[in-house]
Every structure is written in structure tokens, then in C-alpha cells.
């Protein structure tokens, strides 16, 4: 009998590993909601997801757990253990892509983005109990900061998890009661964005509060300016929740169908950095900053526009070798000049920023917040709130922040 290639572990899976009770654990969330909720593995099992490759065999695979001078595993043990993990839709095999065209197929055709979060647990479900939770938050006691000036144009909040933090979220949205706008372009982090600098979406997006009706006039401007840098499609909005936390304050405040949305994800720059001083000096994504530029800049229009994006994401979990308690006073010094340079609306010195960090501290944020500031103009943002979630038992931490102009 031929050996047999055992499958591939999905490459579109969200692996996160956590130590508890000396052994190391995998958690696993899928994006594409194949899988359910999210799965843990143990030790070994995490071990065999990783090295199935899609190119060794199922006997190579089984040599790798073969112990040295001790008994071996039962006759057939790898192999069940991987028709484990293909039932449970973790394995890139003929189910899994089957179900994959299916739930791609459903996504394009559909004409408005359902909330991906809103299962109760994240955030309340039914639309009295959202206002009455949102209505909370804007009215805490911890939230910082005081905004005097004219209605915003800029407002850079947190997409950190609720459970997490809301005060920071507070901060930035409670500058917006009393103001009206006509448009709200609303950029963030594209965590599943694989290919593609951007990723706009002609689709409305809804939440429990009721649909808002995307700008599909200047958004199709957006993606035709982005030719060849943007997303092959819009698929990564489907469970992205940097543009869904912030569209639930706006619609709060500002009235679910009082507003035109443009929707835009955008995607990592990482291998930009070292190739230009700033973002506006890559001619192949000027035309899409000069398109924005113009959209924001329209006439008749009242325009904001809003960045869902957190800051540091450092320790353990994110490739450092440390953990994050010790990486905290350093974090701190890079945010400040991260937000100094935003203080300044400096697009040169929030590059420099970064590409003198080697891109070390993980700035989730970074992309959104460089196509702002390339693409208008103001005196500066000013930083009403800054945060960091101490994430102890996985020895990480998140930054995040404020902003408005």
C-alpha cells in the first residue's frame, strides 16, 4: 500500500498558545466559523497540528512521535488522531474546501455584513439592552479626557475586547454627542487580511441597532484607486470586529440611518517599512491616499472619519521571548512617541517610529493610522485616553488609546 499524504492544518486558523499547569495548550478560533467555538488542544495534539504539512506522509508523521528507547504509540494511533482533527474541521482537506467555496459563495452574494459578534456574550444581543449597556459606558466615571473643540473630524478608538476595557472606548465617543455627520469613513485593523494593502466593502453593515447604508459611490472610487493593492475580495470584514465595535457607538450616537458608512480594513505594511521614509512615498499607493483624500475633503459633505485600532500587542504571546511585565517601561516610551508623532500629525516621524522599533512592539494599528495621516491635514490629534491590558496568564499585553482632532 502507497503511503498517503496527510493533510495540511488549516492556514487560515487563529492559533494562540497558552502555558496552564506546565503544558502548553493551543487555542484555535476559526474565522470562518467551521469549527464552532473555540477549540483547545493539548500538548500533543497542538505538536501534531503543527507538523502537518501538507507534504510529509502519514508514516512520516508517525516516525516523528515514535519515542527513542521507549514503547512506541499503539498501531494506528496518529492516524485516528488525525481523522480527529479533519471531523472536527481542522485539516485543509476535501470537506473543508467544499465548505470553504460554500461559505465564501453566501458572503459575496450577500448585500449587507451581519454583526459577527453579537452573540450575547461579547456584547448585548437585543437592541433596548445594547443602548442601555452603550449608554453606560459612555456615562463612566473612569473614562478621561475632555473634548471642548468643534465636532470632530478624527477620532482614533480602541477595538479591544469589551470585556476587557470600555472606559478607553468611552473617552473617545462621548467627543461625538451632540454632533451630526453625514459620513463616516471607518478604517481599522484587517487581522485576516492575507493579500492586499486594503480592503474596502461595498456591503452595509448592521449590528442589533438596525443596518447603515454603505457609500457605494465613493466606495467604488476607493476600489478602483486601489487596483492592484487591494484585498482580492471582502471576505476578511465577514468576522472582523475593529470596524463592528465601532460601528455600534456610532450608531448609537449618531442614529443607525443618519449616516453613509465607508467601510475599509486595512492589511499589514510590514514589508513597506524599510522600503520608503513614509507611506505617501509608495507611488503604488498614492492613487487610493488621493482618492481618500478626496472623499474626505468633498464639499456639502459633514465627514468623520474613525480608526478602530489598538497599539502594542507584546510577550509571550506575540513572538517575544519574554513576558510582557518585562517589556512594559519600553512599551510605554515607543506608544508615546507613536502618539506624539500623531500629537504632531506627523506621517515621517510615526514611520521612522516604526521602522526604528524593527516593527518589534506589533502595532496592530499601524496601517490605519498611516493612511490618516497621509490623507488629511490638522493641527494634531490630541490622546485623551492610554491603556494597557496586562494579560498575566499568558504572559502578554495590549496597549491601546484615545484620540481626537
Not at 44 to 68: C, K, N, Q, Y
Not at 162 to 168: D, G, W
Not at 319 to 342: K, N
Amino acid at each position: 500500500m502507497a503511503p498517503s499524504t496527510a493533510p495540511r492544518g488549516r492556514r487560515d486558523l487563529h492559533i494562540q498558545q497558552v502555558e496552564h499547569d506546565g503544558q502548553t495548550l493551543t487555542l484555535v478560533q476559526d474565522p470562518l466559523g467551521i469549527l464552532g467555538e473555540t477549540l483547545c488542544l493539548t500538548e500533543f495534539a497542538g505538536t501534531l497540528f503543527s507538523v502537518l504539512d501538507g507534504v510529509r506522509t502519514v508514516e512520516e508523521v508517525e516516525a516523528i512521535f515514535r519515542p527513542v528507547g521507549s514503547a512506541s504509540l499503539p498501531p494506528g494511533f496518529i492516524r485516528a488522531r488525525i481523522e480527529e482533527m479533519k471531523r472536527c474541521g481542522l485539516l485543509e482537506d476535501e470537506v473543508y474546501w467544499r465548505r470553504k467555496r460554500e461559505i465564501l459563495e453566501e458572503y459575496r452574494r450577500a448585500m449587507v455584513r451581519p454583526p459577527s459578534h453579537a452573540d450575547g456574550s461579547t456584547y448585548p444581543a437585543d437592541p433596548e439592552g445594547l443602548r442601555d449597556w452603550l449608554e453606560a459606558i459612555l456615562n463612566s466615571p473612569e473614562a478621561t479626557g475632555e473634548w471642548t473643540g468643534d465636532a470632530p473630524r478624527i477620532l482614533v478608538a480602541p477595538h479591544i475586547d469589551f470585556r476587557v476595557n470600555t472606559s478607553v472606548y468611552a473617552s473617545a465617543y462621548r467627543t461625538l454627542r451632540g454632533h451630526a455627520y453625514d459620513r463616516v469613513i471607518l478604517l481599522g485593523t484587517g487581522h485576516s487580511i492575507s493579500e492586499g494593502l486594503y480592503c474596502p466593502t461595498l456591503k452595509a453593515y448592521s449590528s442589533p441597532l438596525g443596518a447603515t447604508r454603505t457609500d457605494t459611490t465613493a466606495t467604488r472610487r476607493l476600489l478602483d484607486a486601489a487596483n492592484g493593492i487591494a484585498a482580492p475580495d471582502d471576505f476578511p470584514h465577514r468576522g472582523e470586529h475593529a470596524l463592528e465595535f465601532q460601528l455600534l457607538f456610532l450608531q448609537h450616537l449618531l442614529g443607525a440611518d443618519a449616516f453613509e458608512l465607508i467601510p475599509i480594513l486595512c492589511g499589514s505594511m510590514q514589508e513597506l517599512v524599510h522600503r520608503v521614509t513614509r507611506l505617501g512615498k509608495a507611488p503604488w499607493v498614492r492613487p487610493f491616499l488621493a482618492a481618500l483624500r478626496e472623499i474626505i475633503e468633498e464639499e456639502g459633505k459633514r465627514t468623520l472619519v474613525v480608526a478602530g485600532v489598538d497599539f502594542s500587542h507584546i510577550g509571550l504571546r506575540f513572538s517575544h521571548e519574554i513576558p510582557a511585565l518585562e517589556m512594559l517601561e519600553e512599551t510605554r516610551r515607543h506608544d508615546r512617541t507613536l502618539v506624539e508623532a500623531l500629537s504632531a500629525w506627523d506621517a515621517e516621524a510615526f514611520w521612522e517610529t516604526e521602522l526604528r522599533s524593527g516593527s518589534h512592539f506589533n502595532v496592530c494599528g499601524f496601517s490605519t493610522l498611516s493612511t490618516i495621516l497621509e490623507s488629511m491635514e490638522t493641527p494634531g490629534a490630541r490622546c485623551l485616553a492610554y491603556d494597557i491590558w496586562d494579560d498575566s496568564p499568558t504572559g502578554s499585553a495590549v496597549t491601546y488609546a484615545a484620540l481626537v482632532a
